[in-house]
């Protein structure tokens, strides 16, 4: 697959809300939206790090509205689609969905756990029949065999998906991992499949690169890799790989000058691989936990690697950060 058939999939305003522990601004959203103009962007993701609705004390609380982070991306958004990542129990169709299509959103991912597809069928059926486009997404897509996989992924499909993607929501995944997936799912489905990268192990550009091999249009991106626990696949690192910096030096410049943006703006937040983000990876855990439990283990004592093995054991999965919290107390008793 050619680089000028790969759709860049910008998660930097959503994903990387989670390192910004959700206190994006809506000034460097503008900001981030104009300058992104010139660059291979097909679709920039915008909003809480769980998405629409996200909001709340237990995973974080926005410094600003979806709203508010929508209207500040759409007027500078020219020849790139917005899009937004819905999970139905955080988001509704009423409070959410219907509003953000209001707001000018013509991509919606539908997410949900791998095994748990077919709680996205009306969330897709309802974006669908406003003529926005649907994409189905697997997250912590890792917890199930590749026959599964592709099961829940027909769901989606049926459904009224146009795409799925597969999130290694825990950074777990090796390029073999990657590639029989991705080619299962080109096989099984009739429709575009793309991957969604986390750096946990250092090896998100390589099981990115992995991804397009095996026929994954779709690739998602954060500019310097700002996004959960050890960060996605970075936008500039991945171009370079492809070739871009050779076959458009304009628009690598311009993917260059989101990195200056990023780094003047958030360079306290750009993330990295440390020994517990390796953990989280090798056993599978998922990555936006990473703040909870250095903070947890700072707090208690316990050392960090006991409260993600003990968090692997019970098969954690986003959404449940209260229960950290749970292991911590039951660890201290014994």
């Known amino acids: 697959m050619s680089i000028q058939e790969i759709k860049f999939y910008d998660v930097t305003l959503r994903d990387g809300n989670h390192a910004l522990r959700h206190q994006l601004e809506s000034s460097f959203v503008q900001a981030y939206s104009s300058l992104a103009a010139g660059s291979p962007s097909w679709s920039i993701e915008v909003g809480h790090g769980n998405g ?18 929508l209207q500040a991306a759409r007027p500078n958004l020219h020849g790139i689609q917005l899009s937004v990542h819905s999970i139905p129990g955080f988001s509704t169709i009423e409070r959410d969905l219907k509003p953000a299509f209001e707001l000018g ?9 791998v095994t748990e597809a077919s709680v996205c069928e009306k969330q897709i059926e309802f974006v669908s029949s406003l003529g926005a486009v649907a994409h189905g997404v697997l ?27 597969i999130m290694d929501s825990a950074g777990t995944y ?97 993330p990295r691989i440390s020994p517990s983000s390796v953990r989280s990876g090798l056993l599978g855990v998922f990555s936006g936990y990473a703040p909870q439990v250095s903070a947890i283990s700072e707090r208690t004592g316990l050392p960090a690697k006991e409260i993600w093995l003990e968090a692997s054991k019970r098969k954690l999965v986003a959404g449940q950060e209260s229960l950290l919290e749970e292991i911590a107390q039951d660890l201290s008793n014994l």
């Open 105 to 113: 959103v013509d991509l919606f991912r539908i997410a949900s756990h």
């Open 174 to 270: 090796r390029p073999e991992d990657v590639r029989d997936r991705v080619s299962a799912l080109r096989e099984g489905l009739a429709v575009e499949v793309g991957f969604h990268a986390h750096n946990n192990l250092g090896l998100a550009v390589s099981n990115a690169l992995s991804a397009v091999t095996a026929g994954a249009s779709i690739i998602d991106v954060a500019t310097l890799g700002l996004g959960a626990g050890a960060g996605n696949a970075p936008y500039e690192l991945l171009a370079v790989a492809l070739g871009l910096d050779k076959s458009s030096p304009e628009q690598f410049d311009a993917v260059l000058s989101l990195g200056e943006l990023v780094t003047s703006s958030y360079h306290q937040f750009l």
């Open 139 to 165: 997250m912590m897509s890792h917890m199930v065999g590749i026959e599964e996989l592709v099961s829940q992924g027909r769901k989606f499909v049926e459904h009224g998906a146009s795409a799925v993607i």
């Open 52 to 69: 629409l609705g996200g909001s709340s004390f237990l995973v974080g609380e926005s410094l600003q509205t979806d709203t508010e982070l």
